[in-house]
Nanobody, 124 residues
Framework: QVQLVESGGGLVQAGGPLRLSCATS????????MGWFRQAPGRDREVVAA????????YYADSVTGRFAASRDNAKNTVYLQMNSLKPEDTAVYYC?????????????????WGQGTQVTVSS
């Protein structure tokens, strides 16, 4: 059974950092494209970042480029999202997801497995 469990969310002041983790079981992260998405109240879920299955490529939404960094630890089967210089508009529930077939990294439909999400709240 595949499980993805996010952690590390919380309340942070604008300009501060947070690091999210996504611990997985039942899959080998090195064989999956791993994505980070977020969903703010009243808005659609959107891609934030992704790490390709080989780990050689990372992708970022324009809104987080230069502030967020996605990475993976294959030995721990865990992926991370380091978020720096957080802004109030980054407030959302953050989800990690796994894509087995290497589809479009920014499409929700490409991902086969999802975590339950972790809340990130950035105060001004």
């Amino acid at each position: 059974q595949v499980q993805l469990v996010e952690s590390g969310g919380g309340l942070v002041q604008a300009g501060g950092p947070l690091r999210l983790s996504c611990a997985t079981s039942g899959l080998i992260v090195s064989r999956y494209t791993m994505g980070w998405f977020r969903q703010a109240p009243g808005r659609d879920r959107e891609v934030v970042a992704a790490v390709s299955w080989g780990g050689g490529r990372t992708y970022y939404a324009d809104s987080v480029t230069g502030r967020f960094a996605a990475s993976r630890d294959n030995a721990k089967n865990t992926v991370y999202l380091q978020m720096n210089s957080l802004k109030p508009e980054d407030t959302a529930v953050y989800y990690c997801a796994a894509d087995a077939l290497g589809g479009s990294y920014n499409r929700i439909s490409s991902y086969d497995y999802w975590g339950q999400g972790t809340q990130v709240t950035v105060s001004s």
